[in-house]
Antibody, heavy 121, light 107 residues
Framework: QLQLQESGPGLVKPSETLSLTCTVS??????????WGWIRQPPGKGPEWIGN???????YYNPSLESRVTISADTSRNQFSLKLSSVTAADTAVYFC?????????????WGLGTLVTVSS | DVQMTQSPSSLSASIGDRVTITCRAS??????LNWYQHKPGKAPKLLIH???TLQSGVPSRFSGSGSETDFTLTISSLQLEDFATYYC?????????FGQGTKVEVK
């Protein structure tokens, strides 16, 4: 059974870079069948899509975050990662990683539990 | 970006009730509309994709309908395990966007 697990610091200082890793088990990320994505949910708000990484390293980002976001994949470790630079308090959120499928529309069919990241000095 | 507006933002219901949640898109999204269930401390769960396709393993009391801008998630007979927050998501226009959520609580 496919499982995804987020890991990384729960507290980041303003202006620094948030770094999270998603470890995938029960399936390989090195496949053309799926994209692998990050979604976040600020307290009291709906989820926000951050971006996806695809086979071969191709990436797609939300334009609202694109200048600060980098998503990459490490197929040897079956992990993909998120880096968000120059964070502010507005970046405080629960961050989820997920697998994106397609048939016939795109949807996230497997998610991690999420990890809370707080931006504070 | 496409704005997704869910209503109501919360509702109170009893076991066995029929529950309907609506989601309206600010632009036409065809049938590229998905529904998720989220409980505190759990991973979000895909219920419905492509507006009306029940995800494998999801009970048949859940159903989805609609197209273009107006969509509905229906729970035909609410069960104890259905108390949660529900989100719609459009994946027709980039960036994909989510609704603000509908919390289903015990009456």
């Amino acid at each position: 059974q496919l499982q995804l697990q987020e890991s990384g610091p729960g507290l980041v200082k303003p202006s620094e870079t948030l770094s999270l890793t998603c470890t995938v088990s029960g399936g390989s990320i090195n496949t053309k069948d799926y994209y692998w994505g990050w979604i976040r949910q600020p307290p009291g708000k709906g989820p926000e899509w951050i971006g996806n990484v695809y086979y071969g390293g191709r990436t797609y980002y939300n334009p609202s975050l694109e200048s600060r976001v980098t998503i990459s994949a490490d197929t040897s470790r079956n992990q993909f990662s998120l880096k968000l630079s120059s964070v502010t308090a507005a970046d405080t959120a629960v961050y989820f990683c997920a697998r994106r499928s397609y048939s016939p529309s795109y949807y996230f069919d497997h998610w991690g539990l999420g990890t809370l990241v707080t931006v504070s000095s | 970006d496409v704005q997704m507006t869910q209503s109501p933002s919360s509702l109170s219901a009893s076991i066995g009730d029929r529950v309907t949640i609506t989601c309206r898109a600010s632009q036409r999204v065809s049938t590229a509309l998905n529904w998720y269930q989220h409980k505190p401390g759990k991973a979000p769960k895909l219920l419905i994709h492509s507006a009306s396709t029940l995800q494998s393993g999801v009970p048949s009391r859940f159903s989805g309908s609609g197209s273009e801008t107006d969509f509905t998630l229906t729970i035909s007979s609410l069960q104890l395990e259905d108390f949660a927050t529900y989100y719609c998501q459009q994946s027709y226009n980039a960036p994909q966007t989510f609704g603000q959520g509908t919390k289903v609580e015990v009456k």
